[in-house]
């Protein structure tokens, strides 16, 4: 998946894992089993700890017992990548070129270019792979044609560039005739694909949710301090989970229509469940929810488009220069509401 | 109004296809789909933008704006100023 990109994680600088303990200069080999730190690697990397570390080192790798025939895969060097590959490779015998990605996924790094023309041609090179084998084929992932030009590495190269299936679970069925299906070209963004990302999406917003919520328990508002948390609640979790189901193309709007949702309990609960407040004071809360509380999560939402696999530049601008203005506006105005309504609320108590 | 992504920058001209059928392999969505002649232009709106065709494309046939569809990235090089939106995914790549 392309993602709500950023930080320009994995330098030169960090240490690399290697997975063999093996020091063979040129080819390094691996297996097709997952072991058990492979999991916690990918458990760390979905929750976004270290999320620069998880990389691997660059270079070839040897699956099982490679001949000069053998096919050769290419990866990048993020962990979650490589691994993929290998265990959906798993009962081959085959080589993997692992192309330095600074620790990104195939696709990210596409488009950024470091899975590239350059870096395929400079690797290929680098480890010899002329005289390793002695077809003339790679298979790369087919994400990772944003930033390969199949043509370009066969001029420089000599290798012809094959492109393989979006996902590695499909390789098994692709290499019986190294023919992709229509569904193996396509990306999807199934329920599950979408709940994996929640955690890292949660990491980024968690503590000014948190504090938040604290300064309104500690102003003694517990229905606010609440509805912080279920603002978020509603962007980060609901929004990702229902995505598809929710009405609208726009990504603000249904952030606009699962945040209303979501507010609407706490504005009806200033009606009518605040019984021994003055009407104006109860109706004043209940459109502070229904302002304030929307916006958060049409604002989570934009920023999902990062992490969705199908959102253009061109559809994003146009979302973000339609909607933020009165993502700021909704929210700014509601906010202050809160904030001269709880003001009134502690003067009042004195 | 409420539907940011009805068009985008991608551009097809038929006339230099030589049908190699790069296009319909690449693309993620299924935009191009071959065909006897040219490849054709089925699905536009599908289209993210990615620059995979374009790249790939032998003769230039097909043109497109493509970069990062990600809220956070423009709105951070918006704010820092910088021209160019990088991503570097933060997690949800992957």
Not at chain 1, 41 to 67: F, N, S
Not at chain 1, 232 to 237: H, K, P, R, T
Not at chain 1, 301 to 326: A, Q
Not at chain 2, 75 to 88: H, W
Request: hydrophobic share 45%; glycine share 10%; charged share 15%.
């Amino acid at each position: 998946m392309k993602g709500s990109c950023c930080s320009s994680p994995g330098c030169g600088s960090k240490p690399i894992l290697t997975l063999s303990g093996k020091a063979d200069p040129v080819i390094k080999s691996t297996s097709g089993e997952l072991t058990f730190a492979n999991r916690l690697d990918h458990l760390m990397a979905r929750l976004g700890v270290k999320r620069e570390q998880h990389l691997i080192e660059p270079g070839l790798y040897a699956l099982g017992r490679p001949t000069k025939e053998s096919p050769v895969f290419v990866s990048a060097n993020y962990t979650l990548s490589f691994d993929a590959l290998r265990s959906a490779l798993h009962g081959n015998d085959c080589y993997i070129l692992v192309l330095d990605t600074k620790g990104i996924n195939v696709w990210c790094a596409a488009g950024k270019g470091t899975f590239g023309t350059d870096e395929l041609v400079h690797r290929i090179e680098a480890v010899g792979l002329n005289d390793i084998v002695s077809h003339r084929t790679l298979i790369v992932p087919q994400l990772g044609a944003t930033g390969v030009d199949a043509r370009e590495v066969r001029t420089r190269s000599g290798f012809k560039v094959e492109f393989g299936p979006v996902r590695t679970a499909d390789l098994p069925e692709y290499l019986k005739t190294h023919q992709a299906t229509e569904e193996m070209r396509r990306v999807r963004f199934t329920l599950s694909d979408r709940i994996v990302l929640i955690p890292v999406e949660m990491k980024n917003f968690l503590i000014p949710v948190l504090v938040a919520s604290i300064i309104f328990a500690l102003l003694g508002n517990y229905t606010a301090a609440t509805a912080a948390i279920a603002a978020a609640f509603s962007g980060l979790v609901l929004f990702p989970i229902l995505l598809p189901w929710i009405p609208t193309t726009d990504f603000s709007t249904k952030g606009f229509l699962i945040g209303g949702l979501m507010a609407l309990p706490f504005a009806l609960n200033a009606c009518y469940g605040m019984t021994d407040e003055t009407l104006w004071l109860r109706s004043g809360w209940a459109v502070a929810y229904m302002l304030a509380m929307p916006p958060i999560s049409a604002f989570l939402g934009l920023n999902f488009t990062g992490s969705s696999t199908f959102t253009s530049v061109t559809g994003v601008k146009r979302e973000i220069f339609t909607y933020m203005p009165k993502i700021a506006w909704m929210f700014g105005i509601g906010i202050i509401l809160v904030i001269v309504l709880t003001s009134m609320r502690i003067l009042g108590g004195i | 109004m409420f539907n940011s992504y009805v068009s985008n920058t991608l551009k097809y001209n038929p006339e230099l296809c030589i049908n190699c059928g790069m296009c319909s392999t690449v693309c993620p969505h299924g935009v191009f789909s071959p065909d006897r002649k040219v490849a054709q232009l089925v699905n536009p709106k599908a289209c993210m933008e990615c620059g995979a065709c374009q790249l790939n494309c032998p003769t230039k046939a097909i043109k497109v704006d493509s970069g990062v569809g990600c809220a956070s990235a423009m709105m951070r090089a918006a704010v820092k100023g910088q021209k160019e939106v990088t991503c570097g995914c933060e997690g949800s790549c992957s």
